[in-house]
């Protein structure tokens, strides 16, 4: 395979001269002479430029390109505080441990030089021994830790094991990598800054806020949301680059015999063929994979390679080493030193070598596929070049829609702005949360209610828990002893659930509820650290999953319904031909079956059914816009039933939701857990009923939504715009897993759609309709309608299906049906209290739309027919018995 051949797009960044600045003037002579000692003469602007900021006691956020001394850029301002004021604490905060030690290693000069009875630093995190820990709370003026460490052992100990000292002094908190914290995390640590300011101020000290961040959209907003202070921003880049090469390579594509497109060459293979060449130049370089499994791969394939391509057997497979999670710290450790010292000529990693930890000089990297956001693109192709040589950097792009997108639009990837990180801290869950912790560490007062937006709300349901107790207008905390405890900071659910390797009892992994019912239900196919597991069974009551190791060649997707409706919208506008809204939704998704795709060309190899449906409603926010009634009519007449009566088949609908979600994720950072986008159920009604309007639903899979439905509504217009670019520039012929999801539909039909939300226009004349395209819906057994004359044969139905409250529902003799309210009729007072209980009413409810065909927000009622004369009779009964057992 000639690598050349498979090359779309080139691009050259030419070199860029560095911009230098004289020592500030402010600058201690002490440190200039250190600065001199290390051959640095002058500072690049933005250092010089952030130091005298920072002097003036401003909170900064620097954004400059990857290898430009950002570390410089806030050590300075720190170490000269220290340096004169030997009680002042700093914490610097990296979002993995690896960083962290990392950036130790960077600061050790500064020890050495300046001895340390002058500074002293060291890494607190889970690994540290309880000796060190001690050390560097009494006598570190630089701690480096992460956000759990802050959150679990910092802020609840704060009057402990000499905490209090620390927080009594401390002037400064260095974020690094604030990019990284986008979504739940963001948000969780958004909180934990609340209350990191309340036990600040509980100490009478004010740290300044010093972040660095790669380049996203918005930097000031992410860090004046996540610090709760106003930002200014250095962006001006004074470092030098050298030229930088970019290649955009397309795998070739797998044709069958009868000339149809089977998807393309798998991006590990190509990258396996590219490695042996660059180890035999004797270039050094990083290839990045997206899955530990990957990089096994990857690393196998090219040792294989350079084994047979090895000549007077002089080996050099030896030469390239994999690197990523799941290795021991000593491995890695050996790993980087041998690419310090040019024992080895590449690695193969996952983004675990993204955040700048240090492997010596690289020349080239590689990209085994689009990262998933222009940030990460950035980030991984700055590894090379950093000495200030030419560099080369290559993207394989795989048979994915952001690959694709990004192979018929490479400007959107070099030219376009970044995206934007989104946060939302006042989620009602995770504030919730903070709100628990916060008073267990200090009582909650008035003042408080400035830093939790929901305070006023939260205190009286933590008083009706017994968790708070009132002490003369003081909230303390009078539950559990560490309620910072109770939750992680990467997720909102309260309800965890594991998965379990049943061959040797081992937790694979822990997820929320809703991740849960969508990737561990039964028969679920689970990747995990490069090995497949297939789920065996799932214990709803001890949240827990079972499963065992999984050789197959197909993974799989949950398919089901998602039923929403609409709480209330906050904003709406008028757009081209649609009318987009923002607002709040109930979301009650309900899982009842799977279907198997074929790894690397993604077809549908079936659908399996799953004995229980999985139901989950909660409340979130959402953008929808309302789809045109041509679209919806042309759409539903493409609609087919399968032979069996069970499938609607040809739903186009779904490749539309393919299309905006895909660069809906593209625009607003996020990943596939992250964002839903659904049709309303009367999208495809079989009839010509335009009597309700039809809307496609882009949402927050978590519970109170994070903010990215509302960057969506912001945005919308980009993102309509961004699929039409998508799905009309893909090369395939009509329709694949990459533009429209299932190449089974018509890209034609797809495309029309989508333009259409801008410009009215004609359908496609002779569209043919695909045999095969079968949706996830599945076609219900009974019409909603007749439910009524048919609850006998319903009953029986549910009965036989092992449905939960199935017996009971027998009981029942009839029903009524009055557009969408059903009606139960009963004989006992007592019945209707208990059915309409908010559980089992809602049980009820999902039961009857799992298996008719009802419409979005149906309703339940009671009507009591019961004769009361019977009833006093077995009432009388009932006590008189009673009342013979008690004596």
Known sequence: MNIDDLIIYNKTIPKRAGKYSEFPSNLSQELSEYLSS??????????????????????????????????????LPVIQEILSNPLARAIFIYPTKALASDQYRAIKPYLEYFGENRISAGVYDGDTTVNERSRIRKNANIILTNPEMINAAFLPNHSKFGFDFIFSNLKFVVIDELHTYRGAFGSHLANVFRR????????????????????????????????GQKFIRIDKDGSPAAKRKYMLVQPPKIMGDDKKYYGQVQTTTVAADLIPDLVENDNSFIAFAKSRRNVEVILKEARDKLETESFFGASLADKISGYRGGYTPLERKEIENKMITGGLRGLISTNALELGIDIGKIDTTILVGYPGTRASFWQQTGRAGRSGKESSNCLILDNLPFDQYIGINPDWLFESGSENAVID????????????????????????????????????????????TNQSGKFAWC?????????????????????????????????????????????????????????IRLDLESKTAFAIPFNGNYYTMPGGNTSIRIIQGNRDMDYKRVKVAFGDINVDEIVYMYKKLQFHNHQNLGFEQLERPLSKDFDTESTWIRIPNNVVKVYRWMLQESENGMFIRNNHFEGLCYAIKNVAMMITMTEQEDIGVAMSNNAIELSDNFEDEVYMFIYDKYIGGLGYSEKVFDLANEIIDGAIKLVGGCKCESGCAACIGDYKLNKAMVLWGLKNLLDEMEAPKDVKLVEYAESTFIRKPFKFTKLQEKWSEFCEYIKENGDSFATF?????????????????????????????????????NIISFHTDAPAGITLKVRLEANDADRKIIKNKLEKRYEDLVE
């Not at 209707?832 to 089992?840: H, I, L, R, Y």
């Open 479 to 535: 539950g559990n002893s560490f309620p910072a405890g109770d939750f992680s900071l990467r997720n909102i659910d309260k309800f965890r659930y594991k998965l379990i390797n049943q061959v040797n009892s081992k937790e694979i992994t822990e997820m929320d509820e809703m991740q849960a019912f969508r990737e561990i239900h039964n028969g679920a196919i689970y990747m995990h650290d490069g090995v497949q597991y297939q789920v």
């Open 809 to 845: 529902l027998s009981t029942i003799p009839e029903i009524e049906i009055d557009n969408r309210t059903i009606t139960l009729v009963l004989n006992n007072p007592f019945y209707k209290e208990w059915v309409m209980e908010e559980t089992n009413k809602k049980s009820i409810l």
């Open 196 to 227: 990191l300011g309340r036990v600040c101020r509980y100490y009478n000290s004010s740290p300044q806020y010093l972040c660095s961040s790669a380049t996203i959209a918005n930097p000031v907003e992410l860090a004046e949301e996540i610090c």
């Open 425 to 468: 801290k006042n989620n009602l869950l995770i504030e919730l949360a903070h709100i628990r912790a916060a008073a267990a560490e200090i009582p909650l007062t008035l003042n408080d209610i400035s830093i939790f937006p929901d305070l006023g709300e939260t205190i009286p349901v933590l008083i009706r828990a017994k968790e708070l």
């Open 38 to 75: 290390k051959r640095i003469d002058k500072l690049y602007c933005h250092q010089s430029e952030m130091f005298e900021k920072a002097m003036e006691r401003n909170n900064v956020v620097i954004t400059t390109s990857t290898a430009s001394g950002k570390t410089l850029s806030f050590l």
